[in-house]
């Protein structure tokens, strides 16, 4: 095994459950050069001023490094989250048609109702069971449903895709040393299988087209089409980001305030707070811990470290949300918090174009479990974790319920 | 001292953006105080930007473009009603209607207006159109709803470009004359100019530059315009799009540094008497103001964007009702934006203050891309088109004072990165002698200082 540094502990599945004291000691040390020749960035100001350097690149085929982009390229090419200006850009807009401003202003504001239906049905679920595993009785099924209906994927099929999608996260793993061939590969097959079961899923919509994405993708887009190609790539992407990383903010966000029953009561009473509460979620506990796939395409100086063109750049958003030098008290879950700039979604060119859907979801879902709620326990803490350093989340989190129980009522 | 600024009399003159924003800070700060807001428009306070955009393509009214409240500003309103003077000593603000207003603190805030056609006879012509206020902008409306034969808009800067775009978005003939060489090259220079002329004829605009109109032909009705270049159209519209002349008349005799450049005031809005001395209960901004800012070489500048606007009556407000420690100075980088022929323009820094530009970013091509503005080798102003999200990084760049031009290597950089000359006026002509700079009086006015008789 590699020496011990401070990557590998990130990374190591033993910190799973709070990384945050290697995140002081990552900020405390600057920019840290890993020994395969990585640079880790876990302060606010660098992350923020690299994520809009124009010079950072995102596609990994950048890179001087060896890594997989070898064995990438036997599979799908980059979605646009992988790819730079002008064809990020080309594809991004491409994509934004059918979801967001201008073309779509109110499709994401449209669907509050659905979601709030759909929180309805999942909580309706739950009388009669003592135990509730938040995460697979509900963080992960509401933004499964959602994404589904969006894109216009049956839900019947989330066998198949969960499956795919798990090898997908594991690919995008950067756990250095660890069996450097046999994740990816998987990952390279999984996403090739899901862009085929959703380029034929978009290939039906032709002749039946319907209020969905994928129909929208293969429509009459007049301004611009995406190629058969880019719909597998785009629709593998947007079905993955829009549920791999909502289970976990919802699922964060359970645990947290459970964690801080006198902000919960507070959430409870005064659910106008919520969505307020939602962005210091992100900051505090933010569904996505890094980004691993940054590339300078010149020799970057940043905090008086020259970073050398070519060598993989990893950006610690969740570090950069909890720096003493851009928030106030940063260990503190402050639902209330103004200053509140955080790094949750990213920023500059590639910033979250699923925001404004995740933030719906999240705030639905925390009012949503809270009014369901009477007593609710953690009966596990910490919880099992998932096993992405990236996409950070437990893989369960059983709690019990005063009133299912039986237990004394407030 | 605290408690001592958050009482008395504050009256803003202005009631617009500033004006409003100014109010709603002070009150914020806690200013207990009676504050009067007194407006020559009879409106309350409204948004302009739209004015030229969403309401002559009509998708909005003129009347429908009131500024949201942020909190309420417990104030008296003095509404449809011009200040006439101001007198410093007696601490008094005159009005049209004969009415004098007491203050113990004064914000300026009056903006400006239109320059109107220079030929009176030819300016009232039915068809001739500024467009500044909102009942300009429901009366130009009306008249493109009645789809005139053809609109002729006099001077290509942002709002006369923005009128072009919305008439050829309606389908309507239109010309614009420009004495430039091309549209926008007064704000943002010969290489965006050149992007913005091709733009306005793919469009359809029958551009003509480096012309001016030398009169607008008519009896009571307006029929058509003669150039300079000799030729002539018909037209029944003509928006006179010359920019804008700043509202300080009012304090010709005030003893302020206030003239056709606006009122000069010092980087925490405190407005300059004419001998150059800083006041400190008379506070200017917004368009009227003329600052002094670091990052442009201490240049008193006068910026007529909607973000300086708001930035700035917060600081003024703010140092309104706080004692000196605790002030703050206005040192925003200036920002503005405008949509037009399909294209967001976007910009950040003082374009004009360069003598190099640099397409950093994307192409002319596909009109899509960032230039970046140079003086004397340092980064001093970035404009985008269709491109807003790359801004962030070069305005980083202006508030570092980096090197022009900057680093290379941007993912996508596709034009050649050699800078070429930005072709604005000479920036070394915003400046002027230092009486000017001080008092903002032109040279014509020399001052004397009068010694009191003993």
Known sequence: MAADTLFHRITDYAHRADPYPLYAELREEGVVRQEDGSYLVGTYHEIEALLHDPRISSDRRKRTVPDETALAEQGLPPAFIGLDDPEHHRLRSLTMRSFGPPHTPDRISGMHDEITRIVKDLLGTFPGKERLDVVDDFAYPLPVTVICRLLGVPIEDEPRFRAWSDDIVAGIDPTPGEDPEARPRAAVEARKEMGLYLGELAEKRRAHPSDDMLSAFVGDGSGGQLTPLEIMTTSVLLLIAGHETTVNLITNGVLTLLRHPEELARLRSDPALMPRAVEELLRYEPPVHMLPQRTPLADIEVAGVTVPKGAPLILMLASGNRDPRRFRDPDRFDPAREDNQHLGFGSGIHSCFGAPLARLEAQIALHGLLQHLDAPRLLEDPPPYRRSPVLRGPRHLLIEDGRSGGRERR | ?454
Request: net charge neutral; charged share 20%; with cysteine.
């Open chain 2, 1 to 454: 001292m605290r408690g001592e600024p958050r009482d008395g009399r504050i009256v803003v003159v202005g009631a617009s953006l500033a004006g409003l924003r100014a109010a709603e800070t002070l009150r914020d700060e806690g200013f207990a105080g009676s504050l009067t807001l007194i407006g020559e428009e009879p409106h309350p306070p409204y948004d302009r930007p739209p004015l030229s955009k969403q309401v002559l393509l009509g998708k909005a009214p003129a009347d429908r473009t009131g500024l949201p409240r942020r909190r309420p500003v417990d104030a008296e309103w003095r509404l449809g009603v011009r200040a006439t003077g101001l007198d410093p000593v007696g601490k008094e603000v005159l009005l049209a209607d004969g009415g004098k207003v007491p203050f113990d603190r004064l914000l300026i805030a009056t903006g400006t207006r239109a320059r109107p056609w220079p030929k009176p006879a030819e300016a009232a012509l039915d068809g001739v159109f500024t467009l500044r206020t909102s009942e300009d902008a429901g009366r130009l409306a009306e008249r493109l709803d009645a789809g005139p034969g053809r609109v002729l808009v006099i001077g290509a800067g942002f709002t006369g470009s923005e009128i072009a775009s919305a008439c050829r978005e309606r389908g309507l003939a239109v010309t614009v004359a420009e004495r430039g060489p091309a549209p926008l090259v007064g704000a943002l220079g010969g290489t965006l100019g050149a992007l913005a002329a091709k733009l306005q004829r793919a469009h359809g605009v029958d551009l003509r530059c480096g012309v001016t109109v030398t009169a607008l032909e008519g009896d009571g009705r307006l029929t058509g315009a003669q150039f300079s270049d000799g030729t002539r159209i018909d037209a029944d519209v003509a928006v006179v799009a010359l920019g804008a002349v700043r509202n300080t008349e009012w304090l010709a005799e005030s003893g302020l540094a206030a003239g056709p450049r606006g009122v000069t005031c010092d980087a925490g809005c405190r407005a300059f008497d004419m001998y150059g001395i800083v006041t400190d209960d008379i506070f200017a901004a917004g368009d009227v103001a003329r600052f002094p800012h670091p990052l442009f070489e201490y240049q008193l500048l006068s910026l007529e964007h909607w973000g300086n606007a708001v930035a700035q009556a917060e600081v003024a407000a703010h140092n309104m009702v706080n004692p000196g420690p605790r002030r703050r100075p206005h040192l925003t980088v200036p920002a503005f934006w405008s949509g037009q022929f399909g294209l967001n323009i976007k910009s950040v820094g003082v374009p004009t203050f360069s003598d190099q530009v640099v397409i950093a970013q994307g192409s002319l091509k596909d009109a899509r891309l960032v230039a970046v503005y140079g003086y004397r080798g340092r980064v001093t102003a970035a404009v985008s088109v269709n491109q807003a999200k790359a801004l962030e990084y070069y305005q980083r760049l202006i508030e570092t004072a980096a090197p022009f031009p900057p680093a290379q290597g941007a993912a996508d950089q596709i034009e050649s990165p050699e800078p070429v000359p930005s072709d604005v006026p000479d920036p070394k002509m915003l400046s002027h002698g230092p009486t000017v700079a001080l008092t903002g009086h032109l040279p014509d006015r020399r001052l004397t200082l009068v010694q009191p008789a003993r």
